[in-house]
Nanobody, 120 residues
Framework: QVQLQESGPGLVKPSQTLSLTCTVS??????????WTWIRQPPGKGLEWIGYISYSGNTDYDPALNGRLSISRDTSKNQFTLHLNSVTPEDTAVYYC????????????WGQGTQVTVSS
């Protein structure tokens, strides 16, 4: 059984960098051919795909984030991490990590989600 768990700060100040880690159990993040993805849901809005790191380490990001996002991984810990810099209140959302069978889904497994609020 694959399980994903997000961790990170619940409150970030504007202009700071948000870092969230997803810890995966039950399957190596280097296993072919999965895409380890970050998705968020702002208050009152739908789900937004923001980016992934693949089984091979390739990454893809939502262009709407204007280069503020990077996703890295630590294969020794079976974790992948989101780094979103220069955050604004518009980045306030519930952030989910998920495993996809393709770059843009569908997603078989999800973390429970973590609330992130950007506020001074």
């Amino acid at each position: 059984q694959v399980q994903l768990q997000e961790s990170g700060p619940g409150l970030v100040k504007p202009s700071q960098t948000l870092s969230l880690t997803c810890t995966v159990s039950g399957r190596s993040i280097t296993t072919n051919y999965y895409y380890w993805t970050w998705i968020r849901q702002p208050p009152g809005k739908g789900l937004e795909w923001i980016g992934y790191i693949s089984y091979s380490g390739n990454t893809d990001y939502d262009p709407a984030l204007n280069g503020r996002l990077s996703i890295s991984r630590d294969t020794s810990k079976n974790q992948f991490t989101l780094h979103l810099n220069s955050v604004t209140p518009e980045d306030t959302a519930v952030y989910y990590c998920a495993r996809g069978v393709a770059g843009r889904g569908p997603y078989e497994y999800w973390g429970q989600g973590t609330q992130v609020t950007v506020s001074s």
